[in-house]
């Protein structure tokens, strides 16, 4: 890959995340997310990673943004946290301590590209001579995908579709009970309440069930 | 906030774009031996075209396109045909998810393997499709008509 | 320090990615912020990965037809980057928007009961300190208002 180029996305690719987390507007946040991971696809692409490109391309610059944009709508579109300096001052020690730690631990990776690296000379060699006189199928991503590591693509399967279970079960409303379509807990003495029950006793305020804290 | 769109000229567009983004979809899943592509991007291409309709067509017109039913239908008939297609090998004496083990009549194993991956790489697209529709379904609080 | 900034800059970029998304989690109030930052740690992982799958010398894992003989494709390792990381990175996204789909069906739960996503207000009521939330019409007013105000900001 041309240096430069990589560069230049990189230094893309930081302004857009400390842009997505700065701005207030969060649909504008969303955008700038949406081109951050678009940035991180052409730089798959650049590694020669087409595949992951690819997938990065329609899922992290395309359906995270829709998700994204569906979640505010129905929520807030203004960021309006309270500042609050304290935990700030705080957690910088933390971060700088976790950066120089991890820069540390980086002098002992290999040069990028080095086709001596211990990850090149391991068991992708196997893979990549064998995969068409196993699979007759030219792309190797593919057939490690679906067959040479399809006990892990099927693990993969099951996490997302008990993920979009989960997403359900966190936000269906009950069938049988046309006060609960109303966005309030209040005015639904036994829409929540059975939603409250694995949590400790509903309480007048009707969202019960006091969190750990 | 979800629903039909104001503009004509957004609504337009996107019901013309629908079709082609799941043409699109369909042959990223079969094209996956050959080039990028395959279950994962497929599915996702799909459950966008899927989407699209939802994001500015009427309620009705949208979801007669594609049910609300279809994402934790999609979800579970996906995964299910992975587990099967997964235990066949399992009754011919293979391994779980060995394809080739399955001795089909006329077909080398290698071949075998090759239709093994066709099958699991729809199982993928089905499943991903079902997810990501199930979650947008939920999210835009229209779960159910 | 010069020769780790002039030969592994990847990875000098790829960590202050790391720190940005660290800071979106652990500073930002705001919940969907911290979604962002999240999303953004993530990635930065995802780019640590690939690039550690690069050869020189290499091109894309899928395999080439063999000039010399028609039906048969090049084989050797050399020619082509490690397709073991690029099968991780994939499952890894789709699994990463799984989380983000289930994050963001949590903050839309807690937006109906709690009326706001800013994390200090959602805690201070979990911990019984904040006043009670005003009542339903009440609260939609308070928040129309609030968002008239802040549209023009």
Same mark, same amino acid.
């Given at each position: 890959?041309?240096?430069?180029?990589?560069?230049?996305?990189?230094?893309?690719?930081?302004?857009?995340?400390?842009?997505?987390? @700065?701005?207030?507007?969060?649909?504008?946040?969303?955008?700038?997310?949406?081109?951050?991971?678009?940035?991180?696809?052409?730089?798959?692409?650049?590694?020669?990673?087409?595949?992951?490109?690819?997938?990065?391309?329609?899922?992290?610059?395309?359906?995270?943004?829709?998700?994204? $944009?569906?979640?505010?709508?129905?929520?807030?579109?203004?960021?309006?946290?309270?500042?609050?300096?304290?935990?700030?001052?705080?957690?910088?020690?933390?971060?700088?301590?976790?950066?120089?730690?991890?820069?540390?631990?980086?002098?002992?990776?290999?040069?990028?590209?080095?086709?001596?690296?211990? @990850?090149?000379?391991?068991?992708?060699?196997?893979?990549?001579?064998?995969?068409?006189?196993?699979?007759?199928?030219?792309? $190797?991503?593919?057939?490690?995908?679906?067959?040479?590591?399809?006990?892990?693509?099927?693990?993969?399967?099951?996490?997302?579709?008990?993920?979009?279970?989960?997403?359900?079960?966190?936000?269906?409303?009950?069938?049988?009970?046309?006060?609960?379509?109303?966005?309030?807990?209040?005015?639904? &003495?036994?829409?929540?309440?059975?939603?409250?029950?694995?949590?400790? &006793? @509903?309480?007048?305020?009707?969202?019960?069930?006091?969190?750990?804290? | 906030?979800?629903?039909?769109?104001?503009?004509?000229?957004?609504?337009?567009?996107?019901?013309?774009?629908?079709?082609?983004?799941?043409?699109?979809?369909?042959?990223?899943?079969?094209?996956?031996?050959?080039?990028?592509?395959?279950?994962?991007?497929?599915?996702?291409?799909?459950?966008?075209?899927?989407?699209?309709?939802?994001?500015?067509?009427?309620?009705?017109?949208?979801?007669?396109?594609?049910?609300?039913?279809?994402?934790?239908?999609?979800?579970?008939?996906?995964?299910?045909?992975?587990?099967?297609?997964?235990?066949?090998?399992?009754?011919?004496?293979?391994?779980?998810?060995?394809?080739?083990?399955?001795?089909?009549?006329?077909?080398?194993?290698?071949?075998?393997?090759?239709?093994?991956?066709?099958?699991?790489?729809?199982?993928?697209?089905?499943?991903?499709?079902?997810?990501?529709?199930?979650?947008?379904?939920?999210?835009?609080?229209?779960?159910?008509? | 320090?010069?020769?780790?900034?002039?030969?592994?800059?990847?990875?000098?970029?790829?960590?202050?990615?790391?720190?940005?998304?660290?800071?979106?989690?652990?500073?930002?109030?705001?919940?969907?912020?911290?979604?962002?930052?999240?999303?953004?740690?993530?990635?930065?992982?995802?780019?640590?990965?690939?690039?550690?799958?690069?050869?020189?010398?290499?091109?894309?894992?899928?395999?080439?037809?063999?000039?010399?003989?028609?039906?048969?494709?090049?084989?050797?390792?050399?020619?082509?980057?490690?397709?073991?990381?690029?099968?991780?990175?994939?499952?890894?996204?789709?699994?990463?928007?799984?989380?983000?789909?289930?994050?963001?069906?949590?903050?839309?739960?807690?937006?109906?009961?709690?009326?706001?996503?800013?994390?200090?207000?959602?805690?201070?009521?979990?911990?019984?300190?904040?006043?009670?939330?005003?009542?339903?019409?009440?609260?939609?007013?308070?928040?129309?208002?609030?968002?008239?105000?802040?549209?023009?900001?």
């Amino acid at each position: 890959m041309i240096v430069p180029l990589d560069l230049v996305l990189f230094l893309v690719l930081i302004v857009t995340a400390v842009l997505a987390l @700065a701005v207030k507007d969060l649909l504008a946040a969303t955008a700038l997310l949406a081109a951050y991971s678009l940035f991180a696809a052409l730089l798959f692409a650049g590694v020669l990673a087409v595949d992951v490109a690819l997938v990065e391309a329609a899922l992290g610059a395309g359906l995270t943004g829709v998700l994204f $944009v569906i979640a505010i709508l129905a929520t807030t579109r203004h960021s309006s946290p309270r500042p609050d300096a304290r935990r700030r001052w705080a957690v910088l020690p933390l971060i700088v301590a976790f950066l120089g730690l991890m820069l540390f631990a980086s002098t002992g990776l290999p040069d990028r590209g080095d086709p001596d690296a211990p @990850a090149q000379r391991g068991v992708s060699q196997t893979y990549l001579a064998d995969s068409y006189a196993d699979t007759e199928t030219p792309n $190797v991503v593919t057939s490690l995908l679906a067959d040479y590591r399809s006990m892990d693509t099927l693990g993969e399967t099951m996490v997302i579709v008990t993920a979009a279970l989960a997403a359900a079960l966190v936000l269906i409303r009950r069938v049988d009970d046309p006060s609960d379509r109303t966005d309030d807990p209040r005015d639904t &003495p036994g829409g929540d309440a059975d939603l409250d029950r694995d949590l400790g &006793p @509903a309480d007048e305020d009707g969202y019960g069930g006091r969190g750990p804290r | 906030m979800i629903g039909a769109y104001p503009s004509v000229v957004v609504r337009v567009v996107c019901a013309l774009l629908s079709p082609f983004i799941l043409m699109f979809g369909l042959y990223v899943v079969a094209h996956g031996h050959y080039g990028p592509g395959g279950g994962f991007a497929g599915g996702v291409f799909i459950a966008v075209g899927a989407i699209l309709p939802r994001l500015t067509l009427p309620e009705e017109l949208a979801y007669r396109l594609v049910p609300p039913a279809a994402g934790p239908l999609a979800g579970g008939v996906g995964l299910l045909l992975f587990l099967l297609v997964g235990t066949l090998p399992l009754l011919v004496g293979g391994s779980f998810l060995d394809y080739g083990a399955v001795e089909i009549a006329g077909l080398e194993a290698s071949r075998v393997r090759y239709l093994g991956i066709l099958v699991v790489e729809a199982a993928v697209g089905l499943a991903v499709f079902g997810a990501m529709v199930l979650i947008v379904d939920v999210l835009t609080g229209k779960d159910r008509p | 320090m010069m020769e780790l900034l002039l030969d592994r800059y990847i990875y000098v970029l790829v960590l202050v990615l790391l720190a940005i998304g660290l800071y979106g989690v652990l500073v930002k109030g705001d919940l969907v912020k911290k979604v962002i930052g999240l999303t953004i740690f993530s990635t930065a992982i995802y780019l640590f990965f690939i690039e550690g799958s690069l050869q020189e010398g290499g091109t894309a894992p899928v395999l080439m037809p063999d000039p010399e003989n028609p039906g048969e494709f090049l084989n050797d390792p050399l020619l082509y980057v490690d397709p073991l990381p690029h099968l991780l990175i994939l499952t890894a996204i789709v699994v990463g928007v799984g989380v983000v789909g289930v994050a963001l069906a949590l903050l839309v739960r807690l937006y109906r009961t709690h009326g706001t996503l800013d994390e200090a207000v959602i805690a201070d009521r979990l911990a019984g300190k904040a006043p009670d939330i005003p009542a339903a019409d009440e609260r939609r007013d308070a928040f129309d208002v609030e968002d008239a105000g802040d549209g023009d900001a």
